[in-house]
């Protein structure tokens, strides 16, 4: 499992509730959540982004509240993966248990720009540039995280 796509690059501390507004919150619905991601940093986001995307965060993303849509919004707007340079531990956790890998590397982060094409290997933890030509090391994900992000989510992967 290789995840590969253009790059959509976020700064520092992006929040929860930058990535899905408060006001979208009365829903847990992924669809409809995806429908609004981003949509108060980048109002564009959530038109222009294709399934594979990756997003690209500075420190400290998805810091803020502890709910589990931030993550979910992500997921469901079709982004495989996101790449920052440092996470919120919740955000962390959450991200894994709905399914949504996350790589932290500060240099990878640091050196993309949107538009970047970059590919991430949660196995050999190596991400890469494609469009610079730079390969990046973060630690590989254990096999058990692998197989909770393979089934979809922690739920999931219990139920199997």
């Known amino acids: 499992m290789k995840f590969e796509g253009k790059a959509h ?3 520092d501390n992006v929040d929860t509730d930058v990535i899905i507004p408060a006001r979208y919150l009365n829903t847990s619905d992924g669809k ?6 981003m949509e108060d940093i980048d109002p564009k986001f959530a038109a222009e982004v294709k399934a594979g995307d990756i997003i690209v965060g500075g420190e400290n993303f998805g810091c803020g509240s502890s709910r589990e849509h931030a993550p979910l919004a992500i997921k469901s ?8 340079a440092s996470f919120a ?7 894994i248990n709905i399914g949504l890998p996350i790589f932290e590397c ?5 050196d993309a720009k949107s538009g970047d094409v ?3 290997d949660p196995t050999s933890g190596i991400i890469e540039n494609l469009t610079r030509g730079k390969k990046y090391s973060t630690a590989p994900f254990p096999k058990e995280i692998r197989d909770i992000i393979e ?3 922690l739920m999931k ?3 199997k």
Not at 77 to 84: D, Q
């Open 157 to 159: 992967s219990v139920k």
């Open 9 to 11: 690059k976020f700064g």
């Open 106 to 110: 500060r240099q990878a982060a640091s």
């Open 77 to 84: 707007c079709g982004v495989s993966c996101v790449v920052a």
């Open 118 to 120: 970059l590919r991430a």
């Open 89 to 95: 531990r919740i955000f962390y956790r959450n991200s």
């Open 151 to 153: 089934s979809g989510g």
């Open 32 to 37: 409809e959540l995806a429908l609004h991601c």
